[in-house]
C-alpha cells in the first residue's frame, strides 16, 4: 500500500454495501409509534366530536332566545289587545252594535270602593277625579 492515502477503502463505504441484517424498528418501538399515533386520532376525534356538540348547543341557545324575543313580542301585543277590548269605548260599541240596549245602573245599585293609598292619591283639584272612588262595585239584589 504505496498511495494509503489515496485509498478507496473506506469504512462507511463497507456500511453502506451490507444488506440489513434485521426489522428497521424494535418491536418496543413500534409499539410506542402505533400507541402515539392512536392518541394522536383519539384526540382529533374527540376535538371534533365536542366541536360539534358546542356548536349545537350554541345553535339551541339562539333558537331558544329567538322563542323568547317571540314570546315576548306575542305577550306585549296581546296585553295591548286585552287592553283596548276591556276599554270603555270598545265595549259601548260592541253594546251598540249587538243591540244589548243596556241602561245606566238604578239608584243604590253601584257605588264607590274607598281605596286607602297614598297621600298623594287623595289629593284632589279642580277637574281630578279622586283616586280612590274610582273601583265601582255592581250589587244584586
Partial sequence: MRNARYSTHHPFHEMA????S?????PAT?????LAVLLLLAGALAFTWLQSASQ???RLAQELRTAMVQGT???????VDYESYTGGDYIRAAVSRFGLELHEPYYGQVYCIR?????E??????GKER????????QNW
Fill in 22 to 26: 434485521g426489522p428497521a424498528f424494535s
Fill in 115 to 119: 281605596r286607602h293609598g297614598s297621600p
Fill in 121 to 126: 292619591s287623595r289629593v284632589t283639584g279642580p
Fill in 30 to 34: 413500534l409499539v410506542f409509534l402505533s
Fill in 17 to 20: 454495501a451490507k444488506p440489513p
Fill in 56 to 58: 349545537k348547543r350554541a
Fill in 131 to 138: 283616586a280612590e272612588e274610582t273601583a265601582l262595585v255592581v
Fill in 73 to 79: 313580542k306575542q305577550y306585549e301585543n296581546l296585553r
